[in-house]
């Protein structure tokens, strides 16, 4: 028997998720402008934050492996599904073009007060319920074209996982460069909004 009484996992996952929730909602996130920002290349935060984040999951999950204190078969690996995947991409990312959400920010929204990130979260409560009374019709597309079954990265290209680490280090390290200030292109929607607001002002 876990502490207390069963339910380790069920606080874990909501300390975890309120802290989470918290670093969210300090870094701007429930705001929907944030994430429209970030799809018009204008606002860097978006992916610096979420980035940051698996940079600190893959380093900590490799660590514990080189430590000897986490098997790689203990994580539950996914096989992918292309047709899933690639249906699934598009339609998240239309709904986080159009909505300014995806799900954890519009959590986070609606706890902020927020009327849009209710309607958005309610939306994906609906298209949840939707979406499981549809998926025994839905299966034999969202099932097909499988992709390597339950492989990581660094397992598809052969390579060693500190390669990937480094790549994606690399990464970071580059956009981060490029974003930094004044170095990245300035997003054509807000001057045009600064050039009305000084013609109106003159």
Known sequence: MTFPLDYAGPISGLLCGSLFGFALERAGFASGCKLTAQLRFSDWAVFKVMFTAILVAATGLYALQVFGLMNKADVFIPTTYFWATLLGGVGVG????IGGYCPGTSVVSCMSG???????LAGIVLGTIAFAGAYGSLEPLLTALPGPEAQTVDELLHVPAWVILLALLAVFAAVAWWTRTGAAPADPTALRIDARATGSAS
């Open 114 to 120: 927020r009327l849009d990130g209710l309607v958005f």
């Open 94 to 97: 239309a709904g986080m073009a």
